[in-house]
């Protein structure tokens, strides 16, 4: 059962345009969302995070959108680079610092020049 | 940002052997480490957590018998796959937390890529 949802498994944008990778959950006890950037042969890096509490946070290119009544967030890259180029998890976790993390499937972006 | 290393970070073994996975981190002391495996285009599921000092705590469905995990020290774990086989070739990813930090400021390894001829 896939409680953290990424439904697009690739995504191509042009360099300069926007980037909206989305992300769906099921579990309504999840307080915290997080996305990670991920290159090859590389682990997974931390790019943003949101807590239940807002439905927005942005921190220089990257805006994570949270609507908690759609149990979906959004991830918006403004303006996309060719280093955005990276497979993107959403991961979500509970109430709780210590609670485990659960990731989604991950959805590749392509920035096309 | 934290600097978390895996060794080695490409392995190849043959069906029964056993083969352990590194995981440290360099510029931290790292009370809680995680292991995960990712199979191809799943997603990051988590395996076990360890603590230092004390036994690791298994997910569901994974075998604490075939995935033995060691934390003895603030900068070291090893994962050991006792008697591996083929199915158990995936991507094993790393992760550290710093003493006293929540779960999402895990700083993750590069990953080692097992395969199980």
């Known amino acids: 059962d896939q409680q953290v949802k990424q439904n697009s498994p690739s995504l191509s944008v042009q360099e300069g345009r926007i980037s909206i990778l989305n992300c769906d959950y099921t579990n309504s006890m999840f307080d915290y969302f997080l996305w990670y950037k991920k290159y090859p042969a590389e682990g997974p890096t931390f790019l943003i995070s949101i807590s239940s509490i807002k439905d927005k946070n942005e921190d220089g290119r990257f805006t994570v959108f949270l609507n908690k009544s759609a149990k979906h967030l959004s991830l918006h890259i403004v303006p996309s680079q060719p280093g955005d180029s990276a497979v993107y998890f959403c991961?979500?976790?509970?109430?709780?610092?210590?609670?485990?993390?659960?990731f989604g499937k991950g959805t590749r972006l392509h920035i096309l020049p | 940002g934290a600097v978390v290393s895996q060794h080695p970070s490409r392995v190849i073994c043959k069906s029964g052997t056993s083969v352990k996975i590194e995981c440290r981190s360099l510029?931290?002391?790292?009370?809680?480490m995680f292991w995960y495996r990712q199979f191809p285009k799943q997603s990051l599921m988590l395996m076990a957590t360890?603590?230092?000092?004390?036994?690791?705590?298994?997910e569901q469905g994974v075998e604490k018998d075939k995935f033995l995990i060691n934390h003895a020290s603030l900068t070291l774990s090893t994962l050991t796959v006792t008697s591996a086989h083929p199915e158990d070739s995936s991507f094993y990813i790393c992760?550290?937390?710093?003493?006293?930090?929540?779960?999402?400021?895990?700083?993750f390894g590069p990953g080692t890529r097992l395969t199980v001829l």
């Open positions: 360890s603590n230092e000092g004390s036994k690791a705590t298994y």
């Open positions: 991961a979500a976790r509970g109430m709780n610092r210590d609670d485990k993390i659960i």
């Open positions: 992760s550290a937390r710093a003493t006293g930090h929540p779960t999402d400021t895990q700083y």
């Open positions: 510029d931290f002391q790292a009370t809680t």
